[in-house]
């Protein structure tokens, strides 16, 4: 429960105000969907141990059992970084630094729709951005729309996931950036929270 109220009052604390807009004489306020960047994850499965072994069937006996390890949790990480670990590990998606990647179900269809906790649908597009060379993700409401570059190549495969991260309600958007570097696979999962009009008024 503390650690509960912790990360209420950390994402409660860096929550940006939503810009208001007048939408008429009478001064109405119309409040649009908010989607702002939490923090991430990382993991990383490594074969840095290849280096040390000379003997081939040891080395290819070396591969096979690093592919099939979970990755570990990377030590660098914010104290935002540091409560989302700890909400991963509610979920069951993190036990003893491993993430256990088999119980992350992701979605992979560049259209799909995020439901809020009023069950509203808003619909939500993956592509990439032919300057940048970046996954973007673009949510639609009205007549507008948020567009959000996760800075993630669109050379991976698009994997993504909605989960109630920040506990409250409403879930959040998961999103697995997965690249090699250094000898080992990264699997770092961005956070997105989005905050749709019901939520905004509170």
Not at 131 to 138: E, I, P, Q, W
Not at 173 to 186: H, K, S
Request: proline share 2%; charged share 30%.
């Amino acid at each position: 429960m503390a650690t509960v109220f912790a990360v209420a009052f950390l994402f409660g604390c860096n929550q940006k105000k939503s810009t208001d807009k007048i939408v008429s004489s009478a001064a109405q306020i119309k409040k649009e969907i908010e989607v702002r960047f939490i923090g991430e994850v990382r993991t990383r499965r490594t074969f840095a141990g290849i280096q040390f072994i000379e003997n081939e069937k040891e080395r290819d006996k070396y591969v096979a059992e690093q592919e099939k390890a979970n990755p570990t949790v990377d030590s660098r990480f914010t104290a935002v970084d540091s409560l989302l670990i700890q909400q991963f590990e509610r979920l069951g998606l993190i036990k003893n630094d491993e993430l256990l990647q088999a119980r992350f179900k992701p979605q992979a269809k560049q259209e799909t729709d995020f439901i809020d906790s009023a069950k509203k649908s808003y619909h939500l597009i993956f592509y990439n951005d032919s300057l940048s060379g970046n996954t973007h993700f673009k949510i639609f409401f009205s007549k507008d729309a948020v567009d959000i570059d996760t800075e993630a190549t669109s050379l991976q495969n698009l994997d993504y996931a909605f989960l109630d991260v920040i506990p409250g309600g409403n879930k959040e958007l998961v999103f697995l950036d997965d690249y090699y570097i250094m000898n080992g696979f990264n699997f770092d999962f961005k956070v997105y929270e989005i905050k749709t009009p019901r939520a905004l008024e509170k």
